[in-house]
């Protein structure tokens, strides 16, 4: 019991004082552009941490992306959703300002919006802060707890958010998110699925991209997965999610979420990615040994035919 509280209040120490380090933005988009295939990046969202940071530190960031990004990356969306409508207009028009591709936002969170209007209502103006640039919702139940049906939110939300252009969807709904697709086959909308593990049968009812934490360091196996099922070569593209599968399966186990995320990435990639901010804890390095073991057993994932 000691030793716990130990180590938790010399953990607590650690993260007490630390700042963003944009430093390490350009060689970020290197390593995904060169090394993982990935050229369209989501900023400030789940992994990024976006809602444990100062407006500040958002905008700094947002814009450390864009600049780095010039040439490189094709789209830079900024999260902007924050649990204040002022802050988030406030973000949704630095975006705008900046150059950024586009902008998306969740619910808010605290204060829950209970009915589709009262959602639409808020992202509306949030949308409309930046009228040049897509605006992506970012359904998020796991986190947000505000679980609005996406086929409902979809049925008119042109008329009401012009720029509206897709959803970042981060849920195990295959159904609602198979009717969205089915039904609003017309508005071309852009269906992008955010529950990594699960990327294949959200293609095989015609996700259109994905957007997760994975693809930072297995961007390159993912890209593999949508080649093999374009080329309608199934036995290779389940392959690809059985040991993406195996892989989430096992660290899901140990303890799963963005401090880990940021741990495995610093493994692979070199880049220090540095620790989560504080509620949340730094990875153990129990668990950063047994992931990379994990990893290092499935060669699959990670080594590529020479381009
Ligand atoms: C809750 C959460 O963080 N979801 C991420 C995207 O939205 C996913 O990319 C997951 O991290 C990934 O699917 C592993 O569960
Ligand atoms: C994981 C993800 O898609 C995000 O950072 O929001």
Redesign the pocket.
Known sequence: MLSTKGSVSREVTRLRSRKINLSVIGQYVDYLVDKQGVKNVFVN???GEGLALSSQERKQLAEEWVNQGKKKLEHVIIHVGALSLPESKELARHAAEIGASGISAIAPFFFKPTNKGALVAFLREVASEAPHIPFYY?H?P??TGVKICIEDLLDGIKKQIPTFQGV?Y?DTDLLDFAQCMDKYNKEQFLLLY??????LSALAVGATGA?????NYLGQANNMMFQAYANQDFALARKYQFCIGEF?SFV?KLG???AQ?KAIMTSLSGIPMGPPRLPLMSASEEFITKAKAKLDSLPFLTTYPAK
């Not at 955010?194 to 990327?199: K, M, N, P, S, Y």
């Not at 957007?211 to 693809?215: I, N």
């Open positions: 969202g789940t992994t970012y998020i796991p986190l970042k981060s955010g529950v990594d593990e699960q990327l957007v997760g934490s994975t693809y989430l899901f799963f979420g963005v995320t």
